[in-house]
């Protein structure tokens, strides 16, 4: 084979080398994009496979943080405790049915009764009587509210006066009571103040209502005297949030019906009770209390 002939062989095959290169090139990089295609329709897939469980999830959340919201703390059990169905929202704006939380306050100390740490105390006419004999025993020994500074034994008698008064064994059954039925805390303070300060009814088995200046008294001795106060720093914040915030309709009361002896000013317990309560979020009828709060600061610029 003379040398033009072994040229054109090497060309042809070089030429046939190419070819072959550029065929299986166009066909690895064909099927490389198709490999390229089909992995980001997967990924694709899969990320809209995400985002709707994401969506599915968040429209759960939504809804159970809906549910939680709507459903306030203890409002599942309130029929059981109260007799009647949980109050709505709106219920602080109500005047009170005077016979409905008569029927409350009795259904309630007849669920104290049923409680076996209660019951197993055996406790002389039970919590009714337990809740009359504090009553008694706390109306007829007021905690001092004038001049409490002027002699270091006024201030030590308003100190120590749940204790003098009440004794060790009734505090002790009270902060029991307290810590068994903090769950529905808020509800029993609310039906309580309903019957003693709005309906001014007497507790059951009792003749005479409490005395609404006596309650003006612990009203004033909660908000305005250092062993009041010095008490009140002692409790857990949702119990003190919840005494100043009665505490306060009290003498909101006795300003209404002119019986406000001290002249106590509300207007800064107001303001100091409604900056805790909106940091507060254990609150079951938070709103219900800043509600009120804002008409009173509204009342009282």
Excluded at 49 to 55: A, F, L, S
Excluded at 146 to 163: D, G, Q, S
Excluded at 222 to 234: A, D, I, P, Q
Aim: charged content about 25%; overall charge negative; some cysteine.
């Amino acid at each position: 084979m003379n040398s033009m002939n072994r040229t054109l062989v090497t060309v042809a095959v070089v030429f046939a080398l190419i070819v072959v290169g550029l065929v299986t090139y166009f066909m690895v990089n064909k099927w490389h994009q198709n490999q390229m295609a089909l992995g980001r329709q997967q990924a694709q897939n899969e990320c809209l496979e995400v985002i709707q469980k994401m969506e599915v999830d968040l429209d759960e959340m939504r809804a159970q943080l809906e549910t939680e919201r709507q459903m306030r703390p203890g409002d599942e059990i309130f029929p059981t405790v109260f007799g009647t169905p949980a109050p709505g929202r709106d219920a602080d704006a109500l005047p009170a049915d005077c016979e409905k939380v008569e029927t409350q306050v009795i259904s309630f100390f007849n669920y104290l009764d049923s409680r076996s740490y209660l019951s197993a105390r055996d406790i002389d006419g039970g919590s009714e009587g337990f809740f009359r004999e504090c009553a008694a025993l706390l109306m007829a020994n007021p905690p001092v509210n004038i001049a409490e500074m002027r002699e270091m034994f006024r201030l030590v008698k308003n100190v120590t006066h749940f204790y003098r008064v009440l004794g060790k064994d009734r505090l002790m059954l009270a902060k029991d009571i307290l810590a068994a039925e903090e769950r529905i805390l808020e509800p029993a303070m609310a039906v309580f103040y309903a019957l003693l300060a709005e309906c001014g009814q007497p507790l059951p088995g009792d003749e005479q209502p409490l005395s609404i200046e006596r309650l003006y008294d612990y009203a004033g001795y909660f908000l305005n005297t250092l062993g009041g106060r010095s008490y009140m720093l002692r409790r857990e914040s949702r119990v003190r949030m919840l005494v100043s915030y009665y505490a306060i309709l009290i003498i909101d009361r006795a300003n209404d019906e002119k019986f406000n002896q001290h002249g106590i000013d509300v207007r800064p317990y107001i303001d100091y009770l409604f900056y805790d309560i909106s940091n507060q979020k254990g609150l079951a009828y938070r709103e219900r209390y800043l509600t009120r709060l804002t008409a009173l600061r509204d009342k009282y610029m």
